[in-house]
């Protein structure tokens, strides 16, 4: 059974960091595009970043230059590192999988809730 785990969400205040992880169990990473999407009241989920299996990363725009993805295949874990918070950033915030090939995302987590607030 394949799971996602998503910890390290919580209240910061605008400008602060927080480093969000996902830990994979029932698959390697390794074998996987892993992605960090968000979805904030009222909004659609948007994606926030991804990493391929070469390690190769893609960024939105409001992530670019902010955000950190990254992966530890050994530990099976995906981290999005995220600086100069913004109260915008306010959302749940969800790790996904896709196989090699797949169109779409095959696993979500839970999501864990960033809040960007004074």
């Known amino acids: 059974q394949v799971q996602l785990v998503e910890s390290g969400g919580g209240l910061v205040q605008p400008g602060g960091s927080l480093k969000l992880s996902c830990v994979a169990s029932?698959?390697?990473?390794?074998?996987?595009?892993m992605a960090w999407y968000r979805q904030a009241p009222g909004k659609e989920r948007e994606n926030v970043a991804e990493?391929?299996?070469?390690?190769?990363?893609t960024y939105s725009a409001f992530a670019t230059g902010r955000f950190t993805i990254s992966r530890d295949n050994a530990k099976n874990t995906v981290y999005l590192e995220m600086t100069n918070l913004k109260p915008s950033d306010t959302a749940v915030y969800y790790c996904?999988?896709?196989?090699?090939?797949?169109?779409?995302?095959?696993?979500w987590g839970q999501g864990t809730q960033v809040t960007v607030s004074a």
């Open positions: 996904a999988a896709a196989a090699r090939g797949s169109a779409e995302y095959n696993y």
């Open positions: 029932g698959l390697a990473i390794s074998e996987y595009v």
């Open positions: 990493t391929s299996w070469s390690e190769m990363t």
